[in-house]
């Protein structure tokens, strides 16, 4: 399970500077124009877990594989997007693959970099974004609601379905996202919603952009921006891409040392992870052995079973029971066997919930 999260933002803000960063990757053109990403980039990053690190250097596997996050830089969008402006719609389709949005807004004053609306405003900026997903939303519900009328002429449980996506509509209309509208116990609803993959119904991140005098501490549009992150209970993250992009092609060693002068402890890469992750409700578990130590994304709360199915669906289908020890236990000891002696090493059945930082062997039977 890759988490995947897609980039939005006006033109200027930081979104190809920080994709640039984040990827170690410099193909995400950046320049102080409108437009310039003409194609939406995506590039599957390792998601950097110590954990992983230490059970590497503990099991000398032939292969280490990290869990992973799909990010997806979108072209800048400004006002009447949805209806074809500047670079037009055809890149909100492209955010309506993600789980999440991060939505990057500029909180830096620099005169050399134009904004598109004269001015650094954050929450006017949010607003626009915001609205453009929302008009999205509204016309791919309209044209649901029409095929679901049609489809409802004699039919009741039909026509209850619609009725409903009717009252999705009028909620949009009002100017309110997806997300705050209450979902009904209705399959043939429920099932429309799922295929809509509504751009207002997702996780949003916001990312306040700054420059580097205001890393540490943020300045007045950032306490705005994560305010209003607070107050809508989203992901929140503070970043300066320009010194995270400044990062790349440094011996790590270096970048410490440089985040280090600024007062910081991690990268930005980490925290929009770690944010990515609680925003989603996502955790990871470990396998270890000769051959392999992997990270696997699950979601918090699930049962072993579902666990076990991210590796294999056999794995799910045929669950027997799992093996299980707890990341400290695991590094604490000389080995598993070690664990199975000392009674760390446990065996769970399919009730069992997967804690972040378990590492498991399943057995199953197909």
Partial sequence: MALSIGIVGLPNVGKSTLFNALTKAQNAQAANYPFCTIEPNKATVAVPDARVDQLTAKAHPKKTIYASVDFIDIAGLVRGASKGEGLGNQFLANIRECAAILHVVRCFEDGNITH?????????????????????DIQSVERRLERMLKMSKGNKDARAAADIMAALLAHLNEGKAAKTFALPDNELFLAAWRELGLLTAKPVIYCANVDEEAVTEGNDFVKRVEALAAERASGFALICARLEEELQGLAEEEQLEMLSSYGIAESGLVRIIRTGYHTLGLCSYFTAG?????????????????????????????????????????????????????????????????????????????
């Fill in 116 to 136: 598109v609306d004269g001015s650094v405003d954050p929450l006017r900026d949010i607003d626009t974004i915001e609205t453009e997903l929302v008009l999205a």
């Fill in 290 to 366: 000769p051959d392999e130590v992997r990270a696997w994304t699950i979601h918090t709360g699930w049962k072993a079973p579902q666990a076990a199915g991210v590796i294999h669906t056999d794995f799910e289908r045929g669950f027997i029971r799992a093996e299980v020890i707890s990341f400290e236990d695991y590094m604490s000891h000389e080995s598993e066997a070690a664990c199975r002696a000392d009674g760390v090493l446990r065996v769970e059945g399919k009730d069992y919930v997967v804690q972040d930082g378990d590492v498991m062997h399943f057995l199953f039977n197909v």
